[in-house]
């Protein structure tokens, strides 16, 4: 993986798009001013906490002694989950909060932005591949900042494609990301069979 494919996975992972609605309903009652503001604390916050995982996670796994393929095929596994819940989406949702609230850290940032499906990818990837951790930060804020200026910019967006809009959109990014998904999981398994060929 390049920095550029794992900038598409991480964007289609955040999400922006699905998150859109959710963003205005829990912002919606904040004054207009005020809620940019929030809106740029919660993006940092998410960034901060995604950077964190993402050089503080491979000393994690290291410990846990697993092994690459083990965190390919699992990573796969997560990522086709986040695909099956953005192509068929549950509107189900817990996170509303009083009228005139305003959130702090949760929902926004966490879970909505910086999630346990991101959290645990960029892990993954940084695993995978120790050495290009430059090319992993680069990635990380391109898909943030392509993220940020989504949500940023929300209210123009919902009025440009609307609401089957979204839902659309969202759909081909879960379908996206299920074939990313699916060529992990094949990666990971022809590097599994390959490592037992080698021990004999």
């Known amino acids: 993986m390049d920095m550029v494919s794992a900038a598409v996975m991480l964007f289609l992972i955040m999400d922006p798009m ?47 002694s697993l092994q690459r393929e083990a965190i390919s095929i699992s990573g796969s ?25 305003e959130p702090l850290i949760v929902p926004l940032a966490i879970p909505m932005l910086a999630g346990p499906s991101i959290l645990a990818t960029l892990i993954l990837i ?37 609401d089957r809009g979204l839902a659309a959109i969202e759909r081909l990014m879960g379908m996206l990301l299920m074939m990313i998904s699916v060529q992990m999981f094949l990666n990971g398994l022809v590097s599994y069979f390959e490592h037992i060929k080698s021990g004999y």
């Open 126 to 162: 940084a695993h995978q591949s120790p050495d290009k951790m430059l090319d992993w930060t680069l990635a990380l804020l391109i898909a943030w900042g392509a993220s940020a200026f989504i949500l940023m910019f929300g209210e123009l967006f919902e009025k440009l494609v609307g």
């Open 77 to 101: 596994i997560i990522l086709f989950l986040i695909a099956l819940k953005m192509i068929f989406p549950s509107h189900e949702s817990s996170t509303s909060l009083a009228a005139g609230e």
């Open 18 to 64: 699905g998150n859109l609605p959710i963003f205005s309903s829990i912002l919606r009652h904040i004054e207009k001013k005020r809620r940019r503001k929030i809106l740029i604390r919660e993006l940092l916050i998410a960034l901060a906490v995604m950077m964190l995982f993402l050089y503080a996670g491979q000393v994690i796994l290291n410990f846990l």
